[in-house]
């Protein structure tokens, strides 16, 4: 049924829209839209004005924290658009009363230039905004995307592992063995250095550009990395020249990326990063130093202490292990659910 000027379409509905075809930095993809236009508008006129909703955008002043069908996101109000009433063509008749279960349905259904419609005039609460002034601190804690940390050996893969099945939410790794400069670093840090710098950046960023298209449908993600953590090593291992081109090409691919809802930053002495590394014996790692690892240590320290892009949890790994010890991961989880806003520190009683 299409639906056309006149015929109930008010300010604050919801609809699932494919904004497909757009060109350049236009939001893309089948994404659900709410109905900004007034009312006096949408009763005359064949055209709506919509803004989309999204999970992966940059939390930026104007972009407003909502919540919808149970998750969290923005009203990205940068990247508001007119649409056609040909746009917007129900799936039925009847409003959603059920929406839950027919978004997944819609969001992988919706042709070119269509739309369902999800909540309807008398439904707008299921879209809600916080008080002015409040962010989403509860619902970013958990985060709908969280990023450990660390350096070297301190457990960042497992501990990844472990939230994504624990938060049902799909997991990124990095992949550094595919790194083809990463074993003549370790041979030769001073010649291979920058290319094993710039591998890692730009795979890193072919990784996190798909988190940009998350929508409010999409599960969780859980990486263990956090993209800016490429600058704590090549400020360590890179000449000043090397840098600064280095930093060039960073800041550009930087912004076009999302921020994490959380970052967990696992830190231990680099004696125990030392004898995990020795563990698990990779060979192109058994030349790594321990006054190397003392350097990385207190790099990622310096830098964390001044990180202010997302929530961030500093977790003491130097006495726990919550791989091999089941109590261990489910004081840590209870730790990461209860997360808020700023940094907190986590320091268990092994630890101190």
């Known amino acids: 049924m299409a639906v ?7 300010r604050g509905d919801v609809f699932l829209i494919n904004l497909n075809p757009s060109q350049g930095g236009e939001i893309r993809k089948t994404r659900p839209c709410v109905v900004v236009s007034p009312d006096e508008l949408n009763a005359h006129l064949r055209t709506f004005i919509v803004a989309p909703l999204t999970t992966g955008a940059h939390g930026y002043p104007f972009r407003i924290p909502c919540r919808f069908a149970g998750r969290g996101g ?4 940068d ?12 799936a039925s008749s009847r409003r959603c009363s059920r929406p ?6 819609a969001a992988r259904s919706v042709p070119a230039g269509r739309s369902t ?17 409040e962010g989403m601190a509860a619902e970013r804690a958990t985060g709908r995307y969280i990023a450990v940390e660390g350096p070297i050996g301190v457990g960042k893969t497992a501990l990844a592992r472990r939230l994504a099945t624990e938060f049902g939410s799909q997991l990124l790794l990095e992949q550094g063995e595919e790194n083809p400069f990463l074993r003549r670093f370790y041979e030769d840090p001073g010649k291979y250095a920058f290319q094993t710098q710039l591998f890692f950046l730009l795979e890193r960023y072919r990784q996190q550009r798909t988190l940009g298209q998350l929508d409010l449908f999409s599960q969780g993600t859980v990486a263990d990395y956090l993209f800016a953590r490429d600058v704590i090593f090549a400020q360590l291992n890179l000449s000043p020249d090397e840098f600064g ?10 912004r076009q990326l999302p921020r994490p809802d959380l970052v967990v930053y696992l830190e231990a002495r680099p004696e125990v990063l030392l004898r995990h590394l020795r563990k698990r014996d990779r060979d192109y790692e ?10 990385l240590t207190e790099a990622f320290r310096n830098f964390f202490h001044h990180y202010t892009e997302a929530p961030l949890l500093v977790v003491n790994c130097s006495d726990i292990d919550f791989v091999e010890h089941g109590g261990d991961l489910a004081d840590l989880i209870k730790e990461i659910r209860g997360m808020r806003q700023g940094v907190q520190h986590y320091i268990p009683l092994g630890s101190r």
């Open 286 to 295: 058994r030349g790594i130093t321990p006054e190397y690892l003392g350097r």
């Open 100 to 105: 839950e279960r027919t978004t997944g349905r």
């Open 79 to 90: 990247q508001i658009r007119t649409v056609d009433h040909e746009r917007l063509r129900c």
């Open 74 to 77: 923005h009203v990205v109000l």
């Open 4 to 10: 056309v000027a006149g015929e109930g379409v008010h």
């Open 245 to 254: 081109l280095y930093q060039q090409i960073y800041q550009l691919l930087d």
């Open 117 to 133: 419609r999800l909540y309807g005039h008398g439904e707008r609460g299921m879209l809600s905004l916080p008080p002015e002034g």
